[in-house]
């Protein structure tokens, strides 16, 4: 029962990731509509504007993140999931309610302020779960933004304009009803002085009695956490910062998050032969089942070796799609195939093991800013990724982009053999005395 408590926990505020999903991956089903002849809106989207329908949610996503950091210290996790929540809600009433280009544009951007959730959702289920499933529970954020891109596309090819905009709302109402059941993270609990709070939380998260050996340990396990004995302390937190944000880059530069966005036309271009929307809702479904099999992986496997062969995998399919975008020497099922094969090499990779390590290697005194700063960092890598890659095809084709994210990808597995720790199954003083050292140990 103490598992499934937290996996219940997990799976509530990882359905904030899978509402957000939806909202970041609408563009892919709507700016063909929106820039048609035939729009829903009051006129259609200039080339500007849909760059701007795909892009503005990292920029609002940017200035978030500084401000989450600082609330989720301020009020908590479990008020930040419900703050940040609240703006899906209002991003969904805004398309429901105007039918101009600008309003479209503004509840993208408001919907984007709800991007931090990339940061809460791993920090609260990271602070919540015991080790063993950890990295597992951890990976719960990306199975669901997945499953939330699989809504979108299926939504979009199914449901008329105006239905699926209503049947978004409805699920972002009950985002917020769910977080009522949640209770707060026993690590910020205890960095505010009730620790009898944080025992009754964690145990019942764990099954057992307040005044039990299990809940006495864990409490003494996260006193050591907020108080370190480490003689490199700061040297630890940068290297550990400096990590994060490599890996972060690499999650974006792999190239998949534009995939995502702009599935439909990148489709319709690489694989004209099969629709569109059916090559995205396949992606998708892809998307899903590999994050449960990383999710799987990250706990058997552990971090570090994921990261790297998932990434030499990455690059090698966008090697094969960039040859054979660009000088077509097989047939359009060659492209179908080894696109599937790069999402699910990916999600295994650099679509998960990012996120997963953001929730464990850093303090719990510097867990928020530290974070915050490597979020805030892949959402500006986001913003020029997306915004450039229409001008980008436009210029040199969709093949040679393929190369440059091939690229990203062998370097992402170079970096991660020389300066990546495995992490699994250690709590975060250990983990902390692997940066430290001079040469980082891979355990």
């Not at 596309?153 to 199914?158: C, D």
């Not at 500006?380 to 990808?409: D, E, M």
Request: one cysteine or more; charged letters at 10%; aromatic letters at 12%.
């Amino acid at each position: 029962m103490t598992i499934i408590f937290q996996a219940l926990a997990t799976g509530i505020v990882s359905y904030l990731c899978l509402t957000m999903g939806i909202m970041y991956t609408w563009p892919s089903s709507t700016l063909v509509l929106f820039s048609s002849a035939n729009t829903t809106l009051d006129r259609p989207m200039t080339e500007t504007e849909v760059a701007l329908l795909g892009s503005l949610s990292s920029i609002s996503a940017l200035m978030s993140t500084p401000f989450s950091g600082y609330i989720l210290d301020k009020v908590g996790r479990r008020y930040s999931c419900m703050l940040f929540s609240l703006v899906q809600v209002l991003a969904w009433a805004i398309v429901i309610l105007c039918y101009r280009v600008e309003a479209i544009l503004t509840s993208v951007f408001l919907s984007g302020l709800s991007g931090c959730m990339f940061l809460v959702v791993p920090i609260y289920v990271g602070e919540l779960c015991q080790e063993s499933i950890r990295g597992m529970m951890t990976s719960g954020a990306m199975i669901f933004y997945g499953i939330g891109m699989l809504l979108s596309y299926l939504m979009g090819g199914l449901l008329a304009y105006e239905t699926m905009n209503y049947a978004c709302l409805t699920m972002a109402v009950l985002g917020m009803v769910f977080l009522m059941l949640i209770k707060e993270s026993p690590i910020h609990l205890m960095r505010k002085g009730l620790e009898k709070d944080a025992a009754r939380v964690i145990a019942y998260y764990r099954g057992a009695k307040v005044n039990s050996k299990v809940v006495k340990e864990e409490m003494q396990m996260i006193r050591r956490a907020l108080n370190p004995e480490l003689d490199g302390k700061s040297r630890s937190s940068r290297r550990a910062l400096l990590v994060s944000i490599v890996l972060y880059t690499a999650a974006i530069f792999q190239g998949l998050m534009v995939v995502q966005v702009y599935a439909e036309p990148l489709f319709a271009e690489a694989v004209p032969t099969i629709s569109p929307t059916v090559c995205s809702v396949v992606s998708a479904i892809a998307t899903v089942v590999s994050g449960f099999i990383a999710a799987y992986l990250i706990e058997w496997a552990g971090r570090r070796p994921l990261m790297i062969y998932a990434s030499i995998a990455s690059g090698v399919c966008c090697v094969i799609l960039g040859t054979q975008i660009h000088v077509h020497w097989g047939p359009h099922w060659i492209t179908a195939l080894f696109m599937l094969l790069y999402v699910v090499a990916y999600t295994c990779g650099a679509g998960t093991v990012p996120f997963v390590l953001a929730a464990e290697i850093f303090l719990p005194e510097i867990k928020s800013i530290a974070s915050m700063i490597a979020v805030e960092w892949c959402f500006i890598c986001s913003f020029v990724v997306l915004f450039i890659f229409n001008p980008l095809v436009t210029a040199i084709g969709l093949g040679p982009v393929f190369y440059f994210f091939a690229t990203a990808c062998f370097l992402s597995a170079v970096f991660s053999i020389f300066f990546v720790p495995e992490t699994k199954g250690l709590t975060v003083d250990v983990i902390q005395n692997l940066f430290a050292a001079k040469r980082i140990e891979k355990v």
